[in-house]
């Protein structure tokens, strides 16, 4: 008989909530990831001790590989460690940077990986698709789909509040994204997949209509949630483009021309912004209203950029991404008309 479904790659198990790390050990022995704890973990600098420290009862024997930076070499370096051992999987714990190392090395080397995120900044906790840098610049790697997901709450609460707020710009971004898709799919033919729009959907819209405070559990659960549904509607789609258009043209412009100016999640959100104000999206006053609510960056200010800086970045976007079409490859808009909506855009929101 034909097969007459979809597959989804998706993870095996998602887990979100207070204590997850302390459970590691029966998780992977559960999920028959690993019987006997026999994998390699992969922390970041930040919480790693700690981290290190709470999983030692449930995993005596893994050894502990510290991710110093989040680039190809480190990813190498992990890869390396991998295949010096047999490992059922790696588990990578910590934020944005050591899951997509720990995410690549797993790729390479053919291991599952266990994704344990301690911080909700991005949308890559689940996602089939590792950002790392190779020779000063950010790339976007396919790999594998996370076979487990953790998000452990209380690492989550102990993280500043900006990584929060961060997380809010990547999952509503989606909204941005999604009409840029449809419009490559007006204008270019492209083929736009609904499931993975619905997935990526869902998760924007479970974030922007709450009205609960950014720390409490209620939100910290859906905005959790919403990044591993958006990582599982990219993985539907078999790339970023459910989650990514414009918006994150704009990011890697800004990654680009003043590096380590804002997180990834605040250059989205600023880049969203801008792009829904480009289309006369519907759905602006809305992003606006919960951005402004929970205090996200929305303006080139609010990521340390003047009009002059963020239109240098706007020109720059469509270079980014050049198999990409969005809002600004449609408009194709030359400096003089780029600095003009930029201005009028800062006119109109930035108070
Ligand atoms: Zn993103």
Same mark, same amino acid.
């Given at each position: ?21 302390? #459970?590691? *050990?029966?998780?992977? &022995?559960?999920?028959?990831? $690993? /019987?006997?704890? =026999?994998?390699?973990? @992969? ?121 929060? #707020?961060? *997380?809010?710009?990547? &999952?509503?971004?989606?909204? $941005? /994204?999604?009409? =840029?898709?449809?419009? @490559? ?127 240098? &970045?706007?020109?720059?976007?469509? /270079? ?32």
């Amino acid at each position: 008989m034909p097969v007459l479904a979809r597959m989804v790659p998706a993870p095996l198990s998602v887990e979100v909530r207070s204590g997850a790390i302390a #459970r590691l *050990g029966d998780l992977l &022995a559960d999920r028959r990831i $690993s /019987a006997r704890g =026999d994998v390699a973990v @992969a922390v970041g600098p930040g919480q790693g001790a700690t981290i290190v420290e709470a999983i030692r009862p449930t995993l005596n024997s893994a050894p502990v590989h510290r991710v110093d930076s989040g680039s190809i070499e480190s990813a190498q370096r992990l890869g390396d460690v991998l295949r010096a051992g047999w490992y059922d999987a790696v588990v990578g714990i910590g934020g944005g940077r050591t899951l997509d190392v720990a995410k690549y090395a797993a790729s390479q080397a053919g291991l599952p990986m266990v994704s344990v995120a301690t911080s909700l900044s991005h949308d890559g906790i689940a996602s089939p698709v590792a950002s790392l840098e190779h020779r000063g610049r950010k790339g976007s790697y396919g790999v594998q789909t996370p076979i487990a997901v953790l998000v452990d709450l209380d690492y989550v609460r102990r993280c500043p509040i900006e990584q929060l #707020r961060a *997380g809010v710009g990547d &999952a509503l971004s989606n909204l $941005s /994204a999604l009409a =840029d898709w449809e419009l @490559a799919g007006r204008e270019r033919g492209e083929t736009f997949d609904g499931l993975a729009a619905m997935f990526a959907r869902a998760a924007a819209e479970s974030v922007v209509h709450r009205d609960d405070e950014l720390t409490s559990d209620t939100f910290l659960t859906a905005l959790a949630e919403a990044l591993v549904l958006a990582g599982v509607a990219m993985a539907a789609a078999g790339s970023s483009r459910p989650c990514s258009g414009a918006c994150h043209e704009i990011a890697h412009a800004v990654d680009v021309l003043y590096p380590g100016r804002a997180s990834h999640g605040a250059q989205v959100a600023v880049g969203a912004m801008f792009a829904c104000f480009l289309r006369d999206d519907p759905k602006l006053a809305q992003i606006d209203a919960c951005l402004r609510r929970l205090e996200v960056p929305r303006v080139p200010r609010d990521i340390g950029l003047d009009e002059e800086q963020f239109a240098a &970045a706007v020109v720059e976007a469509p /270079a980014t991404r050049p198999d990409r079409y969005t809002i600004l490859e449609h408009l194709d808009m030359g400096k003089k008309e780029v600095r003009g909506r930029v201005d009028a855009f800062v006119r109109a929101f930035d108070r």
